[in-house]
């Protein structure tokens, strides 16, 4: 490929991205997982085909792109969505007037199999909570943070940018900024609140970042914690309750809703509690629901 072509390859991706984030208003990994996929593609093609222009990307050039992805031993997930990423970044040029067609308009998604999450007992989420030494400074908050995940189905990104503003006791309510800055109000029940209420005694007595006054979890430093951190602490308190599951901050969020299914709440109700932006979504947890009804039957019933 020519440096004059190449150019244009990489200025239409930067307008790309900066259209994902201003326009579509992704979060900055979103943005940066289409970028990582899109580039990916252009990078086959300017090694194997030099000089190739938009108009020239024909729908059975992403078949030998992903022919050759398979051979190198690329999962269906992430061909999945990297398909995801083309259509979308071909999908932009065509609405800028650059292209005339969408050459991946045909391109089909391979079919990937549900996978169902692992899912915690309400047992096991207690254990896990009384795994905590609250004698430690940071005891009180870590409890405070898996009760509001665990009970809210707060997404790990979301749990960690709560504000202390957001937080309606009378009503019982906290206010949540999820994916693409859209906002929903979960229920906080009691017992979240109180964890909540043990930690703040806690945290009025550290040095709290300007910055960071409002947000409600805070590290030593007095500034917000990292999704590491969560990630990292989840994983050594689950090992030491015995948890033998793999246990992430995302754990929190499939018990809640599965445990709401299993109590008979309305599909709709925890789509709106969840943030799903579609019903498809939330639909997994009607699949988890079932497998437990069928390993209860398989376990109970005397003709199993």
């Known amino acids: ?8 390859w990489n200025r239409l991706l930067t307008r790309y991205t900066a259209y994902l984030r201003l326009e579509k208003s992704l979060s900055p990994a979103s943005v940066e997982a289409y970028h990582r996929d899109v580039y990916r593609f252009l990078q086959y093609l300017i090694s194997t085909y030099p000089g190739i222009l938009p108009e020239d990307t024909e729908p059975q050039l992403f078949d030998l792109f992903f022919r050759e992805l398979n051979e190198a031993g690329i999962s269906i997930r992430t061909q ?26 045909l391109l089909e998604t391979p079919r990937l199999g549900r996978h169902l999450p692992e899912v915690l007992s309400v047992e096991e989420i207690d254990r896990i909570e009384s795994a905590i030494d609250l004698s430690r400074s940071d005891g009180h908050r870590n409890k405070a943070l898996i009760e509001v995940m665990y009970s809210c189905g707060l997404r790990v990104s979301e749990v960690i940018n709560l504000r202390i503003s957001n937080i309606f006791r009378e009503e ?14 979960v229920p906080i029940n009691d017992k979240a609140l109180k964890e909540i209420d043990l930690y703040l005694f806690d945290r009025n007595q550290q040095s ?3 910055d960071y006054t409002d947000i409600l979890f805070l590290n030593r430093f007095g500034r917000s ?25 995302h754990t929190f969020r499939h018990s809640f809703a599965t ?20 019903i498809q979504t939330t639909e997994i947890y009607t699949h988890l629901d079932k497998e437990y009804l069928r390993s209860t039957i398989l376990e109970y019933h005397p003709r199993s």
């Open 1 to 8: 490929m020519t440096e004059t072509s190449e150019i244009l």
């Open 80 to 105: 999945a969505r990297m398909i995801s990423a083309l259509r979308g970044f071909f999908s932009f040029l065509q609405l800028e007037n650059i292209l005339s067609f969408n050459p991946t308009a």
């Open 172 to 185: 019982g309510f906290v206010r949540i900024l999820g994916k693409g800055n859209k906002e929903r109000l």
């Open 208 to 210: 709290v970042d300007p």
């Open 225 to 249: 914690l990292s999704r590491v951190y969560v990630f990292k602490m989840i994983k050594d308190l689950a090992r030491k309750a015995g948890i033998t599951k793999t246990v992430s901050p």
């Open 259 to 278: 445990h709401l299914m299993e109590g008979g709440a309305d599909l709709r109700a925890i789509q709106e509690m969840l943030g799903h932006e579609s």
